[in-house]
């Protein structure tokens, strides 16, 4: 009897784990939680986002505001949920649980250091270099304008510090997404093709090659298939002057989405 009452509290499982959320801030906030929090988030959002929310082929954490919103509300609502039609999946777990995840993900923006600001750099400097001799704008979008070969700028301000611009110019390799992996290939018939990763699996690759063309190959028919872990976007430590750099931080530093009503900065 006590067996069978146990299958029934099993089964009813489910359905208690629905989270509703009865909450609109965080109510967690102990010691324990958040290393409930750390350990719920290793698993199940870590491969993604990164230990130190910076990494992986997930969007950056480590930052001041994000683009679904910085309500407690609005990111229980995302974590639960997911972002349909990208990678980020919805969790199964109970309300509080989910309360203590994001108590953990709170402490990346702090990782993030300071807000961008424009530091020394000359904004305008910065926005005529991306435009024109950095050509930025031929692999990064700003708005409506530019390529879709790496991610989108529009937002460069609230994703990145300062220092994590200077560091993705001056050394693209250290850190690049799964979603902006480079590859190299020649077909059959001898034609080479280099451009980023958008999906693979056993049999065949999806890529976006450097014209934008979205492309798939069977990996079987290729002379050569090659994932260098360099950035498909160069090196500008040896194109740009250190004063260039920080035109640019600063430009970018200026790149933020208007999300408060009517509000201006
Ligand atoms: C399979 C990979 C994957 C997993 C697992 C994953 N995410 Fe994500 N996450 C993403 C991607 C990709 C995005 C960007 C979605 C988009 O383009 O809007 C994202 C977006 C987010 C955002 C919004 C960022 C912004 O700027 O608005 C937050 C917050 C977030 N994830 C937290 C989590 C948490 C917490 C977990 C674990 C419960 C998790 N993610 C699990 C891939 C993942
Ligand atoms: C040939 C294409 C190309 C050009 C030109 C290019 N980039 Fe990139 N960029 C990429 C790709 C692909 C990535 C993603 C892989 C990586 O992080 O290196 C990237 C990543 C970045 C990142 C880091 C994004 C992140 O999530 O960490 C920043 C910042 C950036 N680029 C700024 C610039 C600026 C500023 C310029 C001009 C001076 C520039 N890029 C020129 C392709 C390019």
Not at 165 to 172: K, T
């Given at each position: ?23 609109e ?15 719920l ?5 870590g491969?993604c ?10 969007a950056r ?13 609005e ?10 039609g ?25 990782k ?8 020394q ?12 001799q950095?050509s930025?704008l031929?692999?990064?979008?700003v ?21 994590q ?13 799964d979603?902006?992996?480079t ?14 990763v958008?999906?693979e ?22 002379q ?9 976007m160069?090196?500008?430590?040896n ?10 931080v ?16």
């Open positions: 009897m006590r067996n069978l009452l146990n299958l029934a509290a099993l089964l009813a499982l489910p359905v208690l784990l629905t989270a509703a959320r009865t909450h801030t965080n109510p967690m906030s102990s010691a324990e939680d958040f290393a409930e929090g750390r350990r988030y290793r698993i199940h959002c491969v986002h990164g230990m130190d929310g910076n990494t992986g082929r997930g954490l480590a930052r001041r505001s994000y683009r679904h919103g910085d309500s407690d509300a990111m229980f609502d995302l974590i639960e949920g997911g972002v349909p990208t990678d980020m999946p919805g969790v199964w777990l109970e309300e509080d649980d989910i309360w203590r995840i994001l108590l953990f993900v709170r402490t990346f923006a702090a993030a250091g300071e807000s961008c600001v424009a530091g750099g000359d904004v305008a400097a910065g926005e005529r270099l991306f435009s024109g950095g930025c031929a692999c990064h979008t708005g409506p304008a530019g390529g879709r070969l790496g991610p989108d700028m529009s937002f460069a301000g609230e994703m990145f510090t300062p220092d611009i200077r560091r993705a110019l001056l050394e693209p390799a250290a850190d690049v997404a979603r902006y992996r590859v190299r290939l020649v077909t059959a018939g001898g034609e080479r093709v280099e451009g980023v958008l999906n699996n056993s049999y065949r690759i999806y890529i976006m090659d450097r014209a934008e063309n979205l492309r798939a190959f069977d990996k079987g028919k290729l050569s298939l090659e994932t260098p872990t360099e950035s498909l160069p090196a500008y430590g194109l740009l002057t250190e004063a260039q750099i920080e035109h640019l600063a430009y970018l530093c200026t790149l933020r989405e208007d999300r408060r009503e009517g509000g201006t900065e």
